[in-house]
């Protein structure tokens, strides 16, 4: 890890749980002795994100909590951000820099730059990492170590505050990569979102005797079932046109594949999985490895 700029001495976290928890967790990890404000609506979230060592100290007001911070993250759901940008616009001190964990960026980088005006100080973010679980009690200090973090600038984004951002999050452990915000939720569409989507599908296939009879590979397939409902809802409304389209893409391949299978096509079913087994071992697996590797 890279030390985090002298200049950012307070951060404030505005929501605190599992990724904004990771995040206060991973600075500590990293000897950042400034200053961490948590954020929140729930006075018991903030308690426990107190008593496991996320944030020093925490308030239900956001404009409160901004005050005189050098960094603020977002890590609240997406529908939340126009409101909550209005509320703390004001309270901001010069020089600030606000992104955000957000899992679709075209929506939140649109409603940053209304809210701020472009040229301002507010950048896309989005670290790919997390799990099923919810709240602070499950943050980890190394959550984001060898993840990606997406940054998507626009070409009015102030360059200081891509080149602080970007070194925020290596603090973190994490390698970060520039996309542009139509770029990145089409390829987080795929990665992603239609995955979270096929998993809730999955989760809500067998019949409850069904269950008798499920194992590992059921509770592997379906773990990403178990999301924040409402956080998923606000990821699918703001990245539903792209979604829509990956969806109908993959209904295509998936009524080929029934084709193939209702003809009783033995060697095109063998070739199928063998390709997947390929692309799976071969890239996915490896690509994710070595990213893990590189980090430690």
């Known amino acids: 890890m890279q030390g985090l700029p002298k200049n950012i001495r307070k951060v404030t976290i505005v929501g605190v749980g599992l990724l904004g928890g990771s995040i206060g967790l991973a600075l500590r990890a990293d000897d950042f002795d400034g200053e961490l404000v948590g954020v929140g609506r729930r006075q018991s979230s903030l308690d426990e994100a107190l008593e496991v060592g996320a944030i020093d100290s925490a308030t239900l007001e956001a404009d409160q909590g901004v005050a005189g911070a050098d960094l603020v993250i977002l890590a609240t759901p997406v529908g939340a951000f126009e409101k909550l940008l209005k509320l ?115 989760a809500m296939l067998p019949d409850d005797a069904d269950l008798d009879v499920a194992a590992t590979g059921f509770r592997d397939a379906t773990r990403m079932a178990g999301g924040d409902p409402a956080m998923w809802r606000d990821i699918l409304m703001t990245n539903r046109q792209v979604i829509v389209s990956v969806a109908k893409a993959l209904g295509k391949d998936l009524e080929r ?13 063998e070739k199928f999985f063998t390709d997947a087994k390929r692309r799976r071992d071969d890239t996915i697996g490896q690509r994710l490895t070595d990213r893990r590797v590189a980090a430690e």
């Open 257 to 269: 594949f029934i084709r193939l299978l209702d003809k009783g096509d033995d060697v095109a079913i």
């Open 88 to 202: 703390i616009k004001p309270a901001l001190a010069d020089g600030v820099i606000v992104t955000d964990v957000g899992s679709t960026k075209r929506e939140v980088v649109r409603i940053g730059e209304r809210v701020f005006g472009r040229g301002g100080p507010f950048i896309g973010s989005h670290p790919m990492a997390g799990s099923e679980n919810r709240g602070p009690a499950f943050a980890r200090a190394d959550l984001f170590v060898g993840a990606t973090c997406i940054l998507t600038p626009t070409a009015h984004t102030p360059p200081a505050v891509t080149r602080r951002t970007e070194a925020f999050w290596k603090t973190l452990g994490l390698r970060t990569l520039q996309m542009t915000p139509a770029d990145h939720d089409k390829a987080v569409a795929r990665v992603s979102h239609l995955p979270h989507v096929m998993a809730g599908l999955l």
